[in-house]
C-alpha cells in the first residue's frame, strides 16, 4: 500500500473552482499562473498512475493575512466523491480566535475531516504563537495530527522567517500527545528538522514537494537509520507528479522494510489508520 500524507486539491472539482475565479486570492500568491498553464490532471487519476491507494489533501485558511481560503466545505465535498481515496485536513486561520474553535469543531464533527493544515507565512505568524495554542489543545484532545509547511516557500511576498522547524520543537514539547508534521524536512534547515524529529516522539518529517533524486544525503543517512519510523512519503501534487516519486524512491538505496515503512506503515501510525 502506498499513501501519500500531503497533496493539495488538485480534483476536477478544484480545478473548476479556480476556473471561475471562485478561490480568492490565488492571484496573489505567485501559483496562479502555474495552475493556468498546467493542464487540468484530476488527483486521482495522477494516484492511479502511480499506484497510490489513498492521499490526504489539505484546506487553506490565510483568509485574514493573505486573503486566501481552500475552503473546508469544498475539501469534504473532493473526499466523499472519491469513495474513500482521499482523506481530508482543514484549514484554519489561528487569527480568527474563537471562530477558528469552532471551526474545527465543524470541520470535523460535520465535515469528517481528520487533520489540520497551517502555512505559518501566509498567516504571518510562527507555529508556536499563542494564538495557536488553543487549537493545538482540541487538536490533542481529538486526536487530529496537525501538518505544518516548514522550509522555503514560492509565495510572492511571504518572509520565510515563520517556517523554520525548530518552532516545532515548542509545540512538541507543550503538547505530548499532538502529532506534528514538518513539511518538506524544513530545507534548508533539514538538520534543524531531523533534530527536531529525533528528539520528540509526537513530530514526523515527510518529504512533499521534492524530487527524491534532490533528497539531501543526511536525510537519507538518518532516513536509514534513527528516522526510519518518522518520515513520510508526501507528493505535494501538482508540483510533482506521484508517479515520478515512487519510481525515484524504488532507485534509492532503501531496503524494502523502509520503504514499507515510508510508503504506509508511519501514514499509518500518523492518521490512526
Same mark, same amino acid.
Given at each position: ?7 493539495? =486539491? ?33 488527483? $486521482? ?6 499506484? /497510490?491507494?489513498?492521499?490526504? /489533501? ?23 466523491? #472519491? ?19 469552532? *471551526?474545527?469543531? &465543524?470541520?470535523?464533527?460535520? @465535515? ?10 501566509? %498567516? ?6 499563542? =494564538?495557536?495554542?488553543?487549537?493545538? *489543545?482540541?487538536? #490533542?484532545? &481529538? ?36 502529532? !506534528? /508534521? ?17 528528539? %520528540?516522539? %509526537? ?6 514537494? +521534492?524530487?527524491?533524486?534532490? +533528497?539531501?544525503? /543526511?536525510?537519507?543517512?538518518? @532516513?536509514?537509520?534513527? !528516522? ?6 508526501? #507528493? ?17 538505496? $532503501?531496503?524494502? *522494510?523502509?520503504?514499507?515503512? @515510508?510508503?504506509?506503515? %508511519?501514514?499509518? *501510525? $500518523?492518521?490512526? $489508520?
Amino acid at each position: 500500500m502506498i499513501i501519500d500524507t500531503h497533496a493539495q =486539491l488538485y480534483t476536477r472539482g478544484f480545478i473548476d473552482q479556480v476556473q471561475a475565479g471562485r478561490i480568492p486570492g490565488l492571484e496573489n500568491l505567485g501559483y496562479a499562473g502555474f495552475m493556468a498553464k498546467s493542464p487540468p490532471s484530476d488527483t $486521482l487519476t495522477d494516484m492511479d498512475e502511480a499506484g /497510490v491507494d489513498l492521499s490526504v /489533501v489539505v484546506g487553506v485558511d490565510a483568509e485574514t493575512n493573505a486573503g486566501f481560503r481552500v475552503p473546508n466545505e469544498l475539501v469534504a465535498k473532493e473526499v466523499d466523491a #472519491s469513495e474513500g481515496r482521499l482523506i481530508g485536513f482543514m484549514g484554519l486561520d489561528p487569527r480568527k480566535g474563537n471562530a477558528a474553535i469552532d *471551526e474545527l469543531r &465543524r470541520s470535523h464533527d460535520e @465535515l469528517g475531516l481528520r487533520g489540520i493544515k497551517f502555512i505559518c507565512h501566509l %498567516n504571518e505568524l510562527e507555529p508556536s504563537h499563542r =494564538l495557536f495554542y488553543p487549537i493545538y *489543545e482540541e487538536a #490533542s484532545a &481529538r486526536g487530529l495530527p496537525v501538518l505544518h509547511h516548514t522550509g522555503t516557500h514560492y509565495h510572492a511576498g511571504r518572509k520565510i522567517k515563520y517556517c523554520q522547524p525548530l518552532f516545532i520543537d515548542e509545540i512538541a514539547v507543550d503538547f505530548p500527545k499532538l502529532k !506534528l /508534521v514538518a513539511a518538506h524536512f524544513g530545507w534548508p534547515w533539514t538538520d534543524e528538522a531531523i533534530a527536531v524529529a529525533l528528539r %520528540n516522539r %509526537n513530530v514526523y518529517l515527510n518529504v512533499a514537494g +521534492w524530487a527524491p533524486r534532490h +533528497w539531501p544525503e /543526511v536525510l537519507l543517512r538518518y @532516513l536509514r537509520g534513527p !528516522l526510519q519510523r518518522k518520515v513520510l512519503f508526501g #507528493s505535494d501534487h501538482p508540483l510533482l507528479p506521484r508517479k515520478r516519486l515512487v519510481n525515484e524512491i524504488d532507485k534509492l538505496e $532503501l531496503s524494502d *522494510e523502509i520503504k514499507t515503512r @515510508l510508503f504506509e506503515h %508511519n501514514p499509518k *501510525e $500518523l492518521l490512526g $489508520l
